[in-house]
């Protein structure tokens, strides 16, 4: 059975503005993929959440996507996050989606911020 990508929206500046399902969300996950993990690392230590993070940005997506497949059709499941704000708006996590539809895995929403609606 194939695990689940679960696409997580992050603090636009504010890290109280992280919702408790977000901050469960990760800590439940095998890994997490990251647009910067210099940013989301930030975000982990402030809630304290211990999880292998994978760089998935505009300039490795080609690389990383199949490899994020592989490991969610072996049943890990996925937290994909961006720098702020929800991911797959203006970033590369739109095509991660897209592979995940193509090969059966189901995709969570996990709603927080959003730049559009703050904007």
């Known amino acids: 059975m194939s695990g689940e ?23 439940n996950v095998d890994f997490i993929a990251a647009e910067d993990t210099r ?18 940005h505009e300039h490795n997506r080609a690389q990383k996507g199949p490899t994020i497949i592989e490991r969610l059709l072996n049943g890990e499941s996925c937290a994909l996050v961006s720098d702020a704000g929800m991911p797959v708006i ?16 189901n995709v969570v929403s996990v709603p927080g911020p959003s730049a559009i609606i703050t904007a």
Do not use: M, W
Not at 5 to 26: K, M, Q, Y
Not at 39 to 56: A, C, D, E, G, R
């Open 39 to 56: 940013v989301t690392i930030k975000l982990l230590n402030h809630f304290n959440i211990k999880k292998q993070l994978v760089s998935y």
């Open 90 to 105: 203006s970033d590369p996590g739109q095509d991660l989606v897209k592979l995940c539809r193509e090969h059966g895995i």
């Open 5 to 27: 990508l679960f696409v997580v929206g992050t603090p636009i500046g504010n890290l109280g503005d992280f919702s408790p399902r977000a901050v469960e969300t990760l800590s």
